[in-house]
């Protein structure tokens, strides 16, 4: 195995708008398996779309380019056009087909710039649109139904487009009262109340069919309800793990529920090990270790970006079937991975009114004129 490969398993953030030779430097060393992209990214769409090909042709193997593209707030897009209703816009005006529009479109958005993979649809129920736990305005509905109605017209119109998603976040999240970003959120439910509910909608985008055997799906094309990757969460949930754990780091959560018993055969990566939630339990070493050894396939550094060297030392010291299987993992998904389209000014000014064409549908033209908060009023879990 060449030591090189090992950064494979390392999702990076970038820490400008354009590569620094240092950075540069950096990455040919490590070679990450992905690039994440924030705000501090984006200045216009022509410097967007050279940024992601420079990242592109950094290593031999095409890399993951992902984002938070989900609609209103979280939209990193919206700093150079529209803003997109969010996912709770679309839920309250009741109709599919506006959700089925709009990840049409975010698909098409996102392959012009070079993104192969967006990390939504978000599959939390919302208990409390006013819960004060990251998830404000991002969830597809409060009942198991209709976040599995909504989600999957996303979800199936932008994989259409041939953008790959990531469902999140994974046991479920509705019922934190933290916000993972400062600290770790405790989420006392039982087993019977999150089977019920947060893992009813989970099961129905994991391609599992209970009618039938449990069996390999690696060779089939996955069903365009299923999500073509998972991401962990940072929850501590006692139901499963009686020791303060976070789902991210837990074996039983990521591998026995997850992969074993719901049977997802696609990607798992962590959500950013950058948050508070993680950094003030955990140092780096265990963190890794306690990730990849839980059974994500990806673990997410998105802000200590110089720290990918270290990472990737650590990475070398893990057992070897645990390298072997997340190693297998990132090359099962970037298989299917679509190349981005032609750059041109011109769709995407195209695509960005057809936003909002979407804005005005969902939300009326008063309402569309008033955009989320800015950077001074923004919450963490779009600062970056």
């Known amino acids: 195995m060449k030591s090189n490969s090992l950064?494979?398993?390392?999702?990076?953030?970038?820490?400008g708008k354009e590569l620094d030779a240092e950075t540069e430097?950096?990455?040919?060393?490590?070679?990450?398996?992905?690039?994440?992209?924030?705000?501090?990214?984006i200045e216009s769409p022509a410097q967007l779309r050279k940024l992601i090909d420079d990242l592109r042709g950094l290593s031999k193997t095409e890399p993951i380019?992902?984002?938070?593209?989900?609609?209103?707030?979280?939209?990193r897009l919206r700093l150079i056009g529209n803003e997109p209703p969010n996912a709770e816009q679309l839920r309250d005006k009741n109709d599919v087909d506006l959700v089925r529009r709009h990840g049409d479109i975010t698909g098409r958005l996102?392959?012009?710039f070079g993104f192969n993979l967006d990390l939504c649809p978000v599959l939390d129920i919302s208990f409390n649109d006013d819960a004060d736990n990251s998830l404000r305005g991002r969830c597809y509905g409060k009942t198991v139904e209709q976040v599995?109605?909504?989600?999957?017209?996303?979800?199936?119109?932008?994989?259409?487009?041939?953008?790959?998603?990531?469902?999140?976040?994974?046991?479920?999240?509705?019922?934190?009262?933290?916000?993972a970003h400062h600290d770790l959120p405790k989420i006392n439910r039982t087993g019977a109340e999150l089977d019920k509910e947060e893992l009813a909608v989970f099961r129905q985008f994991t391609?599992?069919?209970?009618?039938?055997p449990a069996l390999s799906r690696a060779e089939v094309s996955r069903p365009t309800n299923c999500v073509d990757s998972m991401m962990t969460c940072h929850g501590w949930y006692p139901v499963f793990e009686p020791k303060k754990t976070p789902a991210t780091l837990s074996r039983r959560i990521v591998t026995g529920l997850l992969r074993e018993e719901l049977s997802f055969d696609g990607l798992i990566m962590t959500d950013d090990l950058d948050m508070g939630a993680i950094l003030n339990e955990y140092g780096l070493?265990?963190?890794?270790?306690l990730a990849i050894g839980a059974g994500n396939d990806l673990a997410m550094i998105c802000h200590r970006i110089p720290e990918i060297e270290q990472v990737h030392r650590i990475l070398g010291n893990l057992p070897r079937d645990q390298i072997e299987r997340s190693l297998a993992g990132?090359?099962?998904?970037?298989?299917?991975?679509?190349?981005?389209?032609?750059f041109s000014e011109v769709f995407f000014r195209k695509i960005d009114s057809e936003i909002w064409d979407l804005r005005v549908a969902t939300l009326g033209a008063e309402r569309a004129a008033q955009r989320s908060p800015e950077d001074g009023k923004r919450s963490p879990v779009e600062m970056y």
């Open 7 to 15: 950064g494979q398993m390392i999702l990076t953030g970038v820490p």
């Open 25 to 41: 430097k950096l990455f040919r060393r490590v070679e990450p398996g992905g690039f994440i992209l924030f705000a501090r990214n």
């Open 65 to 75: 380019i992902t984002i938070d593209q989900e609609g209103g707030r979280v939209s």
């Open 110 to 112: 996102l392959r012009l």
């Open 148 to 179: 599995v109605q909504n989600a999957s017209a996303f979800n199936g119109a932008m994989r259409k487009q041939g953008i790959a998603s990531c469902g999140k976040h994974f046991p479920g999240y509705s019922a934190a009262t933290v916000d």
């Open 207 to 212: 391609g599992r069919d209970d009618s039938e």
């Open 285 to 289: 070493e265990e963190t890794i270790r």
């Open 330 to 342: 990132v090359a099962r998904f970037k298989k299917k991975l679509a190349p981005p389209h032609e």
